[in-house]
């Protein structure tokens, strides 16, 4: 062997031992992760170049971290899900990512409950009005309006630690012939759980809704699992035009708690009989509709705003897995004298097979 082959023999095999005995590395994308009261979870990413595992360090078992163990990787997803906390306390532990000749590690704090508020919606009249929100907090925080909006003020607009303290939302008056809307974060400065406030202005509560028609502006639908995580391509959402009958949903309420919805799919027109209970107090709509199988679905819709001319509303349905869906329900109408006996005489036809009839468009 010439003296050129032995040197490149020499300089192959240092470059093999310093990859052997290269430094392991590991990076995440966040130290601090926050969760509310409620179940939830989190997601972070990690970059390693080695074999890794994690440890719960103090052996918490109200959270789990998914994967446990892994090998080289590039934005691989963590997934920190946290049980619900039935307590006015807080709770922290940590868990440590490490390398598997132990050269690296990332340590990740998880809290929950270290901030928490008690009203997460407010509705205003057309006036001037001030509400308060209350805040419990372990840690500074601070408030951001996220779309810039100037009509109300939210004080203070940042804090530290307080038990029982509160925020202070006020409103300019309204002059417009609709409504408006906003919201704004709390955010903590440890972890991702912000806490979001939503406002509404000009929300003149319903005392009844009787006689009233209204037709579906928008509807968005999206599946979770078992562990509240979203299903990829479950969400779907659509536009509709309230006032145009020959698409979407029509709703009409008559006396006596029964009710008709118009409801437009593909070649056909369907009329199904409701009753329904709208407790304007507790914002809560009742809705029980008579199906094709002889039975009864039940819903109960949080109405997150009521108006003259706006019903928004949330729904959480049941069976396997959860399914939620969000509304918006526009007033377009009163029921007419004339077309409210031909209505109550359909209502009445209760056969409780499906819709009382089909029309073919």
């Known amino acids: 062997m010439n003296k050129k082959s032995i040197l490149f023999t020499f300089v192959f095999l240092a470059m093999v031992l310093v990859g052997c005995r290269r430094e392991e590395t590991i990076t995440i994308t966040t130290r601090e992760v926050s969760f509310p009261r409620e179940?939830?979870?989190?997601?972070?990413?990690?970059?390693?170049?080695?074999?890794?595992t994690i440890s719960i360090d103090d052996g918490a078992d109200w959270y789990t971290v998914s994967p446990m163990t892994g090998s080289a990787c590039k934005k691989l997803p963590l997934t920190i899900t946290a049980n619900g906390f039935d307590s006015d306390d807080y709770r922290t532990s940590t868990f440590t990512i490490t390398s598997k000749r132990g050269k690296a590690t990332a340590t990740v704090r998880v809290s929950q409950n270290v901030l928490s508020i008690t009203e997460d919606e407010l509705w205003f009249t057309e006036g001037a009005e001030t509400q308060t929100i209350g805040i419990n907090a372990k840690c500074n925080w601070t408030v951001t309006i996220e779309d810039g909006a100037d009509w109300y003020t939210v004080?203070?607009?940042?804090?530290?630690?307080?038990?029982?303290?509160?925020?202070?939302?006020?409103?300019?008056?309204?002059?417009?012939?609709?409504?408006?809307?906003?919201?704004?974060?709390?955010?903590?400065?440890?972890?991702?759980?912000?806490?979001?406030v939503r406002l509404s202005q000009n929300v003149l509560e319903f005392g009844s809704i009787v006689n009233t028609i209204f037709g579906v502006s928008f509807v968005e639908h999206w599946n979770t699992d078992?562990?509240?995580?979203?299903?990829?391509?479950?969400?779907?959402?659509?536009?509709?035009?309230?006032n145009d009958t020959m698409t979407g949903f029509t709703m009409y309420f008559l006396e006596n708690g029964e009710g008709l919805q118009r409801d437009v799919k593909e070649d056909s027109v369907y009329i199904w009989p409701f009753t329904y209970l709208y407790d304007s107090a507790s914002r809560n709509l009742n809705i029980e509709f008579e199906t094709g199988n002889d039975s009864t679905e039940i819903y109960n819709l949080n109405v997150l705003t009521a108006t003259n001319r706006l019903f928004r509303f949330f729904h959480e349905f049941s069976g396997s897995g959860h399914s939620w869906e969000r509304a918006n329900m526009k007033k377009i109408g009163d029921i007419e004298p004339h077309e409210k006996s031909l209505l109550k005489r359909n209502a009445k036809k209760r056969a409780g097979r499906g819709p009382l009839f089909r029309i073919e468009k």
């Open 39 to 52: 179940a939830g979870w989190r997601s972070m990413n990690l970059t390693a170049n080695c074999d890794w």
């Open 155 to 196: 004080s203070p607009m940042s804090g530290s630690s307080i038990d029982n303290g509160n925020l202070t939302v006020t409103v300019q008056p309204y002059e417009g012939t609709e409504f408006r809307s906003s919201s704004f974060l709390i955010t903590p400065n440890i972890g991702e759980g912000a806490l979001r």
């Open 226 to 242: 078992f562990y509240g995580h979203l299903i990829e391509d479950s969400y779907i959402s659509g536009n509709f035009d309230p």
